[in-house]
């Protein structure tokens, strides 16, 4: 597998609060790309990045942001958790934007109550 | 907006019986990936079509892509306990960035 890792791996906070997930990766891939994934939904894109300091909205961007200082690491945010948030979140990176193999985080549970 | 449906949603199997799973994209996709997702794990690439009416194997599966370039379908021969896990498709929209992943389709084989 890739060096993908994101922090935290599980996480509960409360409706309202700001959260910030990272997203780390060592295979110095251009792309990379935040999903969250949900029953019956299979995964959706959050946000993705084509490079340091350029992202674009995906298909559930509402609510999330992201930031990418760093070609090793990608930030997404909650600005304020809504209980609609809770998810598992996947990050994962590539080198070649939609036409290649996407390498997987091991994701990171969040829990908004 | 685009969808990428898979059918069936659940599929339980005893072990040594085929498997096929149905992926239709309500638009024109560049190319489809396919995706193994183990119970508690992430995602894994299996494979990548990109030609109208292309078939790949490995081993017991097999990939096809559709004419149109809007469906999919993975088919396992002879399943085993390891092929446990969500299969998913995917694929970007024919323009633009956007990366769109199917609705899976979780199989368990009974040994």
């Known amino acids: 597998d890739a060096g993908i890792t994101q922090s935290p791996r599980h996480k509960v906070t409360e409706t309202g609060t700001p959260v910030t997930l990272r997203c780390h990766q060592t295979?110095?891939?251009?792309?990379m790309y935040w999903y969250r994934q949900d029953p019956g939904h299979g995964l959706r894109l959050i946000h993705y990045s084509y490079g340091v300091k350029d992202t674009d909205k995906g298909e559930v961007s509402d609510g999330y942001s992201v930031s990418r200082s760093k070609t090793e690491d990608f930030l997404l945010t909650l600005e304020s958790a809504t209980s609609s948030q809770t998810s598992v979140y996947f990050c994962?990176?590539?080198?070649?934007?939609?036409?290649?193999?996407?390498?997987f985080g091991p994701g990171t549970r969040l829990t908004v109550t | 907006g685009q969808q990428v449906m898979q059918i069936p949603q659940y599929q339980h199997v005893q072990e040594g019986e085929d498997f096929t799973t149905y992926c239709n994209s309500s638009t024109t996709l560049s190319n489809i990936q396919w995706y193994k997702q183990r119970p508690g794990g992430h995602p894994v690439f299996l494979i990548q079509l990109v030609k109208s009416g292309e078939v790949k194997k490995q081993k017991r599966l097999t990939f096809q892509f559709g004419e149109a370039k809007k469906n999919s379908s993975l088919h396992i021969t002879a399943t085993q306990t390891t092929d446990v896990g969500t299969y998913f498709c995917?694929?970007?929209?024919?323009?633009?960035?956007?990366?769109?992943f199917g609705t899976g389709t979780s199989l368990t084989v009974i040994p």
């Open positions: 295979e110095n891939h251009r792309y």
């Open positions: 995917a694929g970007p929209e024919n323009t633009g960035n956007q990366f769109y």
């Open positions: 994962a990176s590539n080198d070649r934007d939609s036409a290649g193999e996407q390498y």
